[in-house]
C-alpha cells in the first residue's frame, strides 16, 4: 500500500512538472505574409513565366542538351547583367555562374536548384508550359519544382550587381538538368570545383519549403528547413523454383513465399523508430503554436512522451513514420507470362528510404534476414547512403534562421527530413554544409499539386524568396 502511494506521488509529481513546463510555454501564431509591391511581383511573374514557357522535362536515356541551351539563352534576356558580368561555365546542358566576390580565396557558396522538370501529363485546367497568371497565381509544370528557386537567386544577384554590391566570397548560381531523373548533372557541377580543389562553404537547394499546417493540430505557415536527405534504394526480391504445370502446384510457389515476405513487412515495419535531432527539434519548436493544451504538453516534454510518440507516430500517419525511421515500398512483381503456368522465378521490387541510424547497410541485411526465411534472395539495383546531417548549432544553418528571421519574420523555423531526393545528395560531401530550403510559401493543396495536374504557385510568394537569397548572400560579410 505504502510502495503504491509512493508511486502515485512520484507520478503526480511528474505530470506536475510536465503541467508547469508546458504552462511557460507561450502561445504564438506563425504566419506568413506575401509581398504587398504588386508591381515588383507582377514583373516577376512576366520573368518567371518566360522561364516556363521553355519546356524542360528531362527523361531517363534521353539527354537533350540544346533544349536547356534554349532556356539559358533565355535566362540571358531575363538576367543580362549576371550573364554581362559574371563568369560562366556549361557542361551538357548544366549551367554555372560565378558571381565575383571581394575575397576569392574565402571559401565559396553556391545557390542551387535545378531546370529540368517532370511531365505534364494528364487534364491541366491552364496549358502546362505557359505559365499562365491568374487570380494572383502562375499555372504551369516548373513553377514551384523549381523553376522558381532558380528563378529568385538570379534575380537576387541580378539586382545586387544593379547596386553594385561586391560579395564578401565568390556566390556560385548553379542548375542541373537531371535532378528529375536521379541524373548525373549535380555530379558535373560539383567535379567543376573538386578539380580546382574548392570546398564551397554551403550549398543551399530546395528540400524544405515555407509550408501550411504541418501537422494535425498545429496551424500556420512554417519554414520547414531540411538538414538532411534520407538515402535511397531500389531493391529487388526474387523468389526461384521448379516451375510447372499449376494443376498440381504443391506448397510455397515462388509468389506464395513473396506474398507471405511481403505480409511480414507490411504487417509490422521490421525497421528502428528512434528520433533524429531534426525530429526533435521540430516538435519542439512546434510548441507554442499547438490548437491543445495535450499536444503543447507532449511537445513540451518530449523528454517523457517520446517513448509514447515513437509508437504513435508511426500508427497515425505515414508522413511521420517516414521521418523516424527506414521506410520499405513494393512497387513492381512479376510472376509467369501464363495464367496456368507456375513461375520458376518470380519477383516483387521494393523502394526504400534509408534513415541515418539504421542506413542502407544494416537495413538491406534485415531484409536479407527477413527473406532468408521464405528461402528468398535480394538484389540491390540502385542504393545509396543517406545524406550527412546539418549541424543545428552551426553557423551555416544559424546563417539560413537569420535569412528567414530577416525576411519572413513572422514565421517560424523547423528542422525537417527530407524524404524525396535533391541535387545535394551529390554535393554533401564536397561541401561544409547543405542547406535545404526553398523559401517560396505552399498551401498543402499546391505542394500536393507538385509532380501532378495544375502546379502552381502564388506570385507574391516571388519577392521575399529573391529577398531571402539576397540576405544569405549578404549575409556572408558576417562570415
Ligand atoms: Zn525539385
Redesign the pocket.
Known amino acids: 500500500m505504502k510502495i503504491l502511494l509512493i508511486i502515485l506521488c512520484i507520478l503526480l509529481c511528474i505530470l506536475l512538472i510536465a503541467v508547469m513546463r508546458t504552462l511557460s510555454v507561450p502561445h504564438k501564431t506563425s504566419v506568413y505574409h506575401g509581398s504587398k509591391d504588386e508591381k515588383r511581383y507582377n514583373g516577376y511573374a512576366l520573368k518567371l513565366q518566360k522561364m516556363i514557357q521553355v519546356e524542360t522535362v528531362s527523361y531517363r536515356d534521353r539527354p537533350d542538351p540544346e533544349k536547356f541551351r534554349r532556356l539559358h539563352k533565355v535566362m540571358e534576356e531575363l538576367f543580362p547583367t549576371v550573364f554581362e558580368r559574371c563568369e560562366k561555365y556549361e557542361v551538357d546542358g548544366n549551367l554555372l555562374v560565378r558571381y565575383k566576390g571581394k575575397h576569392p580565396e574565402k571559401q565559396p557558396i553556391v545557390l542551387i536548384?535545378?531546370l529540368d522538370?517532370v511531365p505534364a501529363e494528364g487534364d491541366w485546367t491552364y496549358p502546362p508550359f505557359e505559365g499562365k497568371i491568374v487570380d494572383g497565381k502562375i499555372h504551369g509544370r516548373g513553377s514551384f519544382?523549381?523553376k522558381c528557386?532558380v528563378f529568385s537567386f538570379y534575380q537576387a544577384a541580378e539586382e545586387l550587381l544593379k547596386e553594385g554590391y561586391e560579395p564578401e566570397c565568390d556566390i556560385f548560381l548553379g542548375s542541373s538538368c537531371t535532378?528529375?531523373i536521379g541524373g548525373d548533372g549535380a555530379s558535373k557541377l560539383v567535379k567543376w570545383f573538386t578539380d580546382r580543389n574548392i570546398r564551397p562553404y554551403m550549398v543551399c537547394d530546395?528540400g524544405g519549403t515555407i509550408i501550411e499546417d504541418p501537422i494535425g493540430g498545429v496551424k500556420g505557415n512554417f519554414a520547414a528547413v531540411g538538414i538532411f536527405e534520407k538515402g535511397y534504394g531500389d531493391i529487388k526480391i526474387i523468389a526461384k523454383g521448379h516451375g510447372g504445370h499449376s494443376s498440381s502446384p504443391g506448397r510455397n510457389t515462388p509468389i506464395a513465399r513473396l506474398a507471405k515476405f511481403e505480409a511480414e513487412i507490411e504487417r509490422k515495419s521490421p525497421f528502428k523508430v528512434a528520433f533524429t535531432p531534426a525530429v526533435e527539434g521540430m516538435l519542439k519548436n512546434l510548441a507554442p503554436y499547438c490548437d491543445s493544451f495535450l499536444l503543447k504538453m507532449v511537445f513540451a516534454n518530449l523528454w517523457l512522451f517520446k517513448p509514447l510518440l515513437k509508437k504513435v507516430m508511426p500508427a497515425i500517419s505515414p508522413q511521420a513514420a517516414a521521418m523516424l525511421q527506414t521506410t520499405m515500398c513494393f512497387t513492381m512483381q512479376k510472376g509467369s507470362d501464363a495464367y496456368n503456368v507456375i513461375p520458376q522465378e518470380a519477383y516483387v521490387t521494393a523502394n526504400l528510404r534509408f534513415i541515418p541510424f539504421e542506413g542502407r547497410k544494416e537495413s538491406i541485411a534485415l531484409i536479407r534476414q527477413i527473406a532468408a526465411k521464405y528461402d528468398l534472395e535480394v538484389e540491390e539495383v540502385n542504393c545509396s547512403d543517406p545524406t550527412g546531417s546539418l549541424d543545428l548549432n552551426g553557423p551555416q544553418f544559424d546563417m539560413c534562421k537569420k535569412a528567414i528571421e530577416k525576411v519572413f519574420p513572422d514565421v517560424c523555423v523547423l528542422p525537417y527530413v527530407v524524404t524525396?531526393g535533391?541535387?545535394s545528395r551529390f554535393w554533401d560531401r564536397y561541401v561544409d554544409a547543405c542547406v535545404r530550403f526553398e523559401p517560396v510559401n505552399v498551401s498543402n493543396d499546391q505542394l500536393s499539386k507538385?509532380h501532378a495536374v495544375d502546379e502552381n504557385l502564388n506570385i507574391d510568394t516571388l519577392p521575399p524568396a529573391v529577398d531571402y537569397y539576397k540576405e544569405i548572400i549578404r549575409l556572408q560579410e558576417s562570415r
Request: hydrophobic residues 25%.
Open positions: 536548384s535545378h522538370v519544382d523549381v528557386g535532378e528529375e530546395e524525396g535533391t541535387d507538385m
